[in-house]
């Protein structure tokens, strides 16, 4: 029982924003609240890769897809898609989070399904507004589908580094812990995935995360794995993990999210 108090204790101090290389659990998912010197960022998770960021007058989506409950959410000035997944790519939900203003920026592959998305690809950067967004690789190094062909072949997806106010917010996307993750510089707070087959267990991003050390670290795109081995993994960085629900928040009616089979995902 003492020890039940102990760790209650310490996620309501989180929650209250004091951190020391720490780890959030167990909580209703709070808005993130990043300072930053333009004014605050919040990011709010809104299921498995679903993201809200809000910042001054902007508000900017990353991968809205089903099954997440998306009603009562305004327009966007900006969605971002990583890559051409089902769990990263819905038009319905592109469609329901625009109006004439919306920005779409994804990589080429997207643009086959999202006509009017401004195509950026690895490497390149691009602004919106005071927001520079950088491409950053994502794929597979070792996993694959049965034929051998990489879930995420390299070039296909892109991640990405949303600057704002001199702070870096990176959205990895479905990847492993590549060369380019690890040589990252200057990242404040990171979304990292980790799922077998498709990405890379907890304990291979942990591992990646050590590389290049963001200050803030929270795990996304998680289904089915135990987050807490990636937190235990990165216990005495000095790197903060929370961990939060990805995955209570679902349309009423939804059928539970499933990952794609073998031969799409």
Known sequence: MRSEIGLCIKAVVLLAGVSAGSVMMGAPVPVQTFQT???????????????????????????????????????????????????????ADISALSDDKTEIIAPAAVQATVKSAKTIANGEST?????????????????????????????????????????????????????????????????????????????????????FKPKVVIPYHFRGQDVQKFATALQGTGIEVRILDWYSNTAPGAQPAQGPPPSTH
Do not use: C
Not at 60 to 87: F, Q
């Open 37 to 91: 010197s333009a004014g605050a960022v919040e990011i709010t998770p809104i299921f498995h890769a679903s993201v809200m960021i809000k910042a001054g007058d902007d508000t900017i989506y990353v991968d809205p897809a089903p099954p997440a409950n998306i009603s009562g959410l305004k327009p966007g000035g900006l969605i971002l898609i990583t890559d051409i997944h089902g769990d990263h790519l819905n038009p």
């Open 127 to 211: 602004q919106w507004h005071k927001w520079k967004i950088s491409a950053v690789p994502m794929y597979n190094l070792h996993n694959t589908m049965p034929n051998g062909t990489p879930f995420h072949p390299k070039g296909r997806g892109n991640g990405y580094v949303l600057t704002y106010g001199g702070k870096n917010f990176y959205f990895a996307g479905d990847t492993e812990g590549t060369p380019e993750m690890r040589e990252l510089k200057n990242i404040d707070v990171a979304f990292i995935p980790m799922n077998l087959p498709y990405t890379m267990t907890p304990e291979d991003a942990a591992d990646a995360v050590k590389a």
